[in-house]
């Protein structure tokens, strides 16, 4: 049974940091190309970082970039997602994915809030 279960979510200061992680089961972790998307409330799911199956490579969106990093540990089998200098148009419902080919796996997501 294929489990993705994110944690380290909750609610942060502006300008403050949070590190996301997902930790997998179920799967061989170093063949899937691992991805945070993050949903806020009215909107549609958004990319925020992937990173390749060895972690050499990543990409992030715009919004997000020099300030989250993503990574990985393909012993742990975990991926994770350092935000720092965070702001209230972070606020999402963030969730963690696993895809190889066709085959996706997505997590539950887990509620970050950035508020004064």
Known sequence: QVQ?????????QP????RLTCSASGIIFRTYVMTWYRQAPGEERELVANISKTGHRKNY???VQGRFTISRD??????DLQMNNLKPE???VYYCGASLGTRAY???GIQVTVSA
């Open 4 to 12: 993705l279960v994110e944690s380290g979510g909750g609610l942060v």
């Open 15 to 18: 300008g403050g940091s949070l």
């Open 61 to 63: 969106s715009d919004s």
């Open 74 to 79: 393909n012993v742990k089998n975990t991926a």
């Open 90 to 92: 972070d606020t999402a």
């Open 106 to 108: 997505w997590g539950q």
